[in-house]
């Protein structure tokens, strides 16, 4: 689908892209190569294949789920400004 430098400028100006005018021709067939490989991954036949999360076939490397640091809630809210019943209360910042 090649596309003609009306449609580049209006592409452009909906991108709100500043384009020269003797850039536009190049621009217009790079955009129309772009578009005619989409168009040509689009036809790819993929019902047999399984998506995947990662192009290489390997596990990743995850580490376990541990707390390394201890609660220190309490000594947290020992030195807050203002606490209520386990809740740090804050100025009000929105009216």
Do not use: C, W
């Not at 009306?6 to 909906?14: C, F, Q, R, S, T």
């Not at 790079?30 to 790819?44: E, F, G, R, W, Y």
């Not at 376990?64 to 309490?74: H, K, L, P």
């Amino acid at each position: 689908m090649p596309l003609d430098s009306h449609e580049v400028e209006k592409i452009a100006h909906l991108a709100r892209l500043a384009v020269r005018t003797e850039d536009v021709p190049e621009y217009a067939t790079n955009l129309s190569n772009i578009l005619t490989l989409m168009a040509q991954m689009d036809s790819v036949d993929t019902a047999g294949v399984t998506p995947m999360a990662h192009p290489l076939d390997m596990p990743q490397r995850l580490r376990a789920d541990q707390a390394t640091e201890s609660n220190q809630r309490e000594l947290f809210q020992s030195i807050a400004p203002q606490v209520d019943a386990g809740l740090y209360l804050v100025p009000k910042v929105i009216e």
